[in-house]
């Protein structure tokens, strides 16, 4: 049966239960990422409540768009992550599948998260340095096996995504912006006045979009020394997306 007409109240009541369920999925993945950071349950779930309360999470889990969708798909792009830096040589092919298919999800909302791919490539090669652990006891950087996942996860996800835009715009190098201006790839704009707005805008600023964000800037050399390569990912993410998208 399908949905009820779009003027329908009745719709409402279908928009409404899928974003409560949208909304409970990423409390759960919030909440796993706190725990790979912490011990205290009490202290997870207060970041929970705090993130879906405290900041602009509030906003887009009700207003609809993309932006939920996105949320979750970065959640579990970034909890695989984690589990695939950390985890043992002859357990991490699921959590390296989940993180590829995560991205692929991603990406679907928006097609300029493909600079993750990148990131998401070089980091899974060099994901056995950890710090306080010396370089002869560690293991080796990947086995054959690791090395062929490596090499053919992301040629799929390409692939599927170039198909996909094929399919979509009759072009894979098309991405479907073109039908509102003609695509640009030259970096042009202010990025001075995207830095204010970053850091200082009362209503662009990311401190005014996450508050908790303040919190959490004295720990960051913290964060760095006990997992290093989950902090460069971030930092090398959050550098590109303001690079080539901001």
């Known amino acids: ?25 990423v409390a759960c993945l919030l909440y796993q990422i706190a725990r790979s950071y912490s011990t205290s349950p009490p202290a997870c779930f207060t970041f929970v409540l705090l993130s879906l309360y405290c900041t ?7 207003a609809g768009g993309q932006e939920p969708l996105q949320l979750l798909f970065f959640c579990g792009l970034y909890l695989g992550l984690i589990h695939y830096l950390r985890a043992e040589k002859a357990k991490n092919v ?3 599948l989940f993180v590829y298919g995560s991205l692929l999800a ?8 493909i600079i993750f791919l990148p990131l998401i490539v070089v980091f ?4 056995n340095i950890r710090p306080g652990i010396r370089a002869e006891q560690q293991k080796p950087l990947v086995l054959p096996r690791t090395l062929l996942w490596h090499g053919i996860l992301p040629v799929l996800v390409l692939a599927l995504l170039l198909f996909l835009n094929w399919w979509k715009f009759g072009d894979a190098l098309l991405t479907g912006y073109e039908q509102w201006r003609p695509d640009d790839v030259r970096l042009t704009g202010s990025y001075s006045g995207f830095l204010v707005d970053l850091f200082f805008s009362e209503q662009w600023s990311m401190f005014a979009a996450f508050p908790l964000l303040l919190f959490a800037l004295p720990f960051a050399r913290k964060f760095f020394r006990r997992q290093r390569g989950e902090y460069l990912f971030l930092l090398l993410g959050f550098c590109l997306q303001c690079l080539l998208i901001g």
Not at 1 to 25: C, T
Not at 56 to 62: G, I, K, P, S
Not at 106 to 113: I, Q, R
Request: net charge positive; aromatic share 22%.
């Open 1 to 25: 049966k399908s949905l009820p007409r779009f003027a329908s109240e009745q719709r409402y009541i279908f928009l409404n239960i899928f974003y409560l369920a949208l909304s409970l999925i």
């Open 56 to 62: 602009f999470l509030w906003h887009h889990l009700r």
């Open 94 to 96: 699921p959590s390296l």
């Open 106 to 113: 991603l990406v679907l909302t928006k097609f300029s998260f």
């Open 124 to 127: 899974s090669f060099l994901r």
